[in-house]
């Protein structure tokens, strides 16, 4: 997904949070992250990823081998990781 795809699908976002647009009216579709491509493009161990973004070990060991599946606010996180690693790193070294 490109830049400007994932900013026109948040912009979707907001406008069906906002009442402008309904599910119906448009098809919003935010892409399955590949979780282990992610963790591995930040050369990071299941542990060190898990605690660093407060996810569970267990569920990141599940999420990785596909018997269980990035749902909701994760999925979007997992998507902004994979591709705007600056801003997950500007903000992780503010917390």
């Known amino acids: ?7 026109t ?4 976002v907001l406008d069906h949070v ?6 119906e009216s448009r098809k919003i579709e935010i892409l399955r992250p ?5 963790r ?3 050369a990071l161990s299941q542990q060190d990823f898990a605690r660093l973004f407060g996810i569970s070990i ?8 596909g018997t269980r599946f990035p749902q909701g606010p994760a999925k979007v ?5 994979a591709k705007n690693p600056k801003a997950v790193w500007d903000v992780l070294h503010e917390i």
């Open 18 to 23: 906002e009442g402008k647009i309904t599910l």
């Open 40 to 42: 591995q493009q930040y």
């Open 9 to 12: 699908a948040m912009r979707e």
């Open 77 to 81: 996180l997992l998507n902004v990781i």
């Open 34 to 38: 590949e979780v282990r491509e992610i």
């Open 1 to 7: 997904m490109k830049e400007h795809d994932l900013i």
């Open 58 to 65: 267990r569920t990141l060991q599940k999420w990785e081998q």
